[in-house]
């Protein structure tokens, strides 16, 4: 299996790896199938992503996939954090071997996890944010 080298990069070293003193949103998400586990905590001042850290269980494509989420929504407002897909994962990473894919998509529900807490504990509503589901399936 052939990774890119920003996948590798990210995997030998992750940005915003470990936890929030106090996160304003955590979201956690797995994958029964494959064993994967992401918690994403994110710390909110005035509508803006201004910390975010996660931890992962899981291959070295979920830690890259992981620690590349987290850097595509620091600074980034809820709304704009809403646009981080798993595709805009998968191209900020060069691209992921397709039996990986489904690393990017516990990135981007991780994410969407972490926002929905903030916006449930703040009494908000946010365009397009589902309640998240625990175990994400390969059927995704």
């Known amino acids: 299996m052939k ?3 920003k996948v590798m990069d990210h995997f030998m070293h992750p940005r915003n790896m470990g936890s929030l003193v106090q996160p304003d949103g955590v979201g956690r998400v797995g994958n029964a ?3 994967d586990i992401m918690q994403v905590e994110l710390s909110v001042h005035d509508g803006v992503i201004d910390d975010v850290k996660f931890k992962t269980f899981g291959c070295g494509a979920a830690i890259a996939t992981s620690s590349m989420a987290t850097e ?3 600074g980034k407002t809820i ?3 809403m646009q981080v897909t798993n595709r805009a994962v998968m191209e900020a990473l060069d691209g992921l071997p397709p039996v990986k894919v489904h690393c990017s998509l516990l ?3 991780a994410i969407h ?3 929905w807490d903030y916006a449930q504990k703040n009494g908000l509503e946010i365009e397009g944010l589902r309640q998240p589901v625990e175990d994400i399936g390969h059927h995704h």
């Open 79 to 81: 709304e704009e954090a």
């Open 107 to 109: 990135a981007e529900e």
């Open 113 to 115: 996890a972490a926002l």
């Open 72 to 74: 595509l929504v620091k």
């Open 33 to 35: 199938k494959c064993g």
């Open 3 to 5: 990774y890119s080298e």
